[in-house]
Structure formats: structure tokens, C-alpha cells
């Protein structure tokens, strides 16, 4: 193979991985909390996840991904502390406890927007 395109091929694995790992701060109840990319594996998971929920067009099985995407973005609402102080058995009802229904769609369709989870938004933005 052409040198050329190995440098250009590299330069371009490079800044994806780099995008990859991108992080983005988001709103929950007026504060700022940090989201980060899910890796390859867990978007093409979720991207699966997200693909049977439309198709059902069953608006609970949509509002329990996003609130799964959520959680999955966000370590600080993965900490084991945060779910005793509040006493959360669920991890994922200590984001049902902070966002209703509406935030989560909202949030959750800010998070897919972001990731490029829907018709590759994202990238075409970019």
C-alpha cells in the first residue's frame, strides 16, 4: 500500500479515536454534569436498542432507553454513594428520581444526537 494513504489512513483512525473519547458537559436539573462517548461496542448495543424501540413505536420502551443511555454517559451517576445517599436499589432510578419523563427524552435525544446515534447526525455536523 501507498505510504501516503497509510499516513492519511492512520491520521484519520487517530482523529476518531481522539472523537471517541470526546466529552461533553450537559444540564441535569441545572447542573452541569459530564457525559462521555459510549466505545464502538456499547453504540452499536445501544444503537440496536434504539433501532427496536422506534420500530415498537412503544413510547415507554423509548423512555427506558434513554434513561439507560443516560446512566451509561454519566459516571457521576454511576457512583455507589449517590445510590446510598439515596437510597437507590435500581441504579438506573437515580436518574428516573432526578429527571421526569420529559428531561429524559430530551436529554436522551441530546445524548444520541451527540454520539451520532440517528442517521449519523453527528458526523455530518463535523
Known amino acids: 500500500m501507498e505510504q501516503n494513504l497509510i499516513a492519511r489512513l492512520t491520521e484519520s483512525i487517530a482523529e476518531k479515536e481522539k472523537k471517541r473519547e470526546e466529552k461533553k458537559n450537559f444540564e441535569v436539573n441545572g447542573i452541569p454534569m459530564e457525559f462521555h462517548k459510549l466505545s464502538q461496542a456499547k453504540q452499536r448495543e445501544y444503537y440496536g436498542l434504539m433501532s427496536e424501540a422506534m420500530a415498537s413505536e412503544n413510547a415507554e420502551m423509548l423512555i427506558e432507553f434513554c434513561t439507560s443511555l443516560i446512566y451509561e454517559?454519566?459516571?457521576?451517576?454511576?457512583d455507589?454513594?449517590?445510590?446510598?445517599?439515596?437510597?437507590?436499589?435500581?441504579?438506573?432510578d437515580i436518574v428516573r428520581m432526578?429527571?421526569?419523563v420529559r428531561e429524559i427524552d430530551l436529554l436522551g435525544g441530546k445524548l444520541i444526537d451527540w454520539m451520532g446515534l440517528l442517521k449519523g447526525e453527528e458526523t455530518e455536523k463535523n
Open 98 to 100: 432526578l429527571l421526569d
Open 73 to 78: 454517559c454519566c459516571l457521576s451517576l454511576q
Open 80 to 92: 455507589p454513594e449517590l445510590h446510598h445517599a439515596n437510597d437507590v436499589s435500581d441504579p438506573l
